[in-house]
Nanobody, 124 residues
């Protein structure tokens, strides 16, 4: 199983980025996909999640209204559209897959497979 996150980069505050997570080696439509981020010196934080069964989405309060998670099962790909970025969003972003039907983003240990991360840097 492999998850490949991409799309990170350097952007000015107020800008946008779209992250992609391409999965292989698993039945993608049977897995919830989560996005997490980790800033230097901080714990890994759950950002967004999309369920496998009904496509319901969850976002942490700090990104609600700015980030949108989606998935394209036919392409084995999940996306995180990030708008109105702020320096506080600077972190390494990871995608992860969970076979559990989640009722929220939940903690990292609910996710079985992880990608290697993509750096997002937002300048002020």
């Amino acid at each position: 199983v492999q998850l490949q996150a991409s799309g990170g980069g350097l952007v000015q505050a107020g800008g946008s980025l779209r992250l992609s997570c391409v999965a292989s080696g698993l039945s993608f439509d049977e897995y919830a996909i989560g996005w997490f981020r980790q800033a230097p010196g901080k714990e890994r934080e759950g950002v967004s999640c999309i369920r496998s069964d009904d496509g319901n989405t969850y976002h942490v309060d700090s990104v609600k209204g700015r980030f949108t998670i989606s998935r394209a099962n036919a392409e084995n790909t999940a996306y995180l559209e990030m708008d109105n970025l702020s320096p506080e969003d600077t972190a390494v972003y990871y995608c992860a897959a969970s076979s559990v039907v989640l009722s929220g983003i939940r903690s990292p240990d609910h996710y079985r497979y992880w990608g290697r991360g993509t750096q997002v840097t937002v300048s002020s």
